[in-house]
């Protein structure tokens, strides 16, 4: 039995369907700009009438909206949070739905380890998030350079694709290492989505108050946000290096946990 195939068969769908729907994001966002554009309305303009903390709320805060690449810088975090959730489920689902579906058993009758099963199925969820993330790159390459006027921006747009890569791997290890923890599969999810939003929700406080700067530390949104990362024109090695610690350690963590679990009765 290949578990790998098993698992991109299984997820096809999903993946599909969440890649049609990143796609209807970038092209409905950058439309958006253009609309502005053709109306004659200064989107500056309209962003300086809004108070601070609303524009802190949508994301719009330090950025210049009257070019594609910072309208595209807002829309990033939307992009972020969508890319953010599909790598969390995917990776808590991947771990946890052999005992969801009752199929553990089966599956750990076969002459196979529980090592080689884990290393299938994040084989799989790796590629599932590739796969999205090159979507998502292609139809942000495609839809930010059709409404551009000014110069190239192709290596703004894929500094960011970049950190939405990192962003995507430490949350799907998140997911991963909350399906190998939870002994009720149902609660994987919920625990990895949880951590998910209430690091959002934390980027926003850091963003509201320059005295929580060192809480940035400790949601990956800020790791990677749009304007740092349009501004520098790069990744914060130092965020890299502490992206590449969480995935190893969220991934050691589910081989260790899924190993010492019990199946469901």
């Known amino acids: 039995m290949n578990i790998f195939v098993r698992e991109m068969k299984s997820h096809r769908k999903a ?3 969440w890649s049609l729907g990143m796609f209807a994001l970038v092209a409905s966002g950058m439309a958006k700009y253009a609309a502005y554009e053709a109306a004659g309305q200064s989107v500056n303009e309209i962003l300086n009438a809004l108070p601070k903390t609303v524009q802190i709320v ?16 807002v829309l990033f975090l939307y992009i972020a949070l969508m890319g953010a959730v599909h ?7 991947l771990i946890a739905k052999e005992e969801r579906d009752k199929t553990s058993e089966f599956l750990f009758a076969k002459p196979i380890s529980r090592s080689k099963v ?37 290596r703004d747009v894929l500094v960011l694709m970049a950190g ?26 919920s625990i990895a989505t949880s951590v998910l939003f209430l690091t959002f929700l934390l980027s926003y406080l850091v963003n509201m108050s320059d ?24 990744l914060d090695p130092v965020y890299v290096v502490l992206s590449a610690a969480i995935v190893v350690l969220s991934i050691a963590g589910t081989y260790r946990f899924y ?7």
């Open 259 to 265: 190993d010492r679990r019990d199946l469901s009765v």
């Open 164 to 189: 939405l890569f990192f962003l995507q791997m430490i949350f799907f290890s998140i997911g991963a290492v909350a399906g190998g923890i939870s002994r009720k599969p149902k609660a994987a999810a």
């Open 15 to 17: 993946l599909f369907f």
């Open 58 to 73: 949508f994301g719009m805060s330090g950025f210049d909206l009257g070019t594609a690449s910072g309208f595209f810088g």
């Open 211 to 234: 005295k929580l700067d060192i809480l940035g530390y400790f949601t990956p949104f800020k790791y990677f946000d749009a304007l740092t990362l349009l501004t520098d024109g790069r």
């Open 87 to 93: 790598a969390a489920l995917l990776g808590s689902d």
């Open 118 to 154: 884990v290393t299938s199925k994040l084989s799989a969820g790796l590629v599932n998030v590739v796969v999205f993330n090159v979507v998502t790159t292609a139809s942000s390459l495609y839809f930010v350079d059709y409404f551009n006027k000014g110069g190239s921006i192709t």
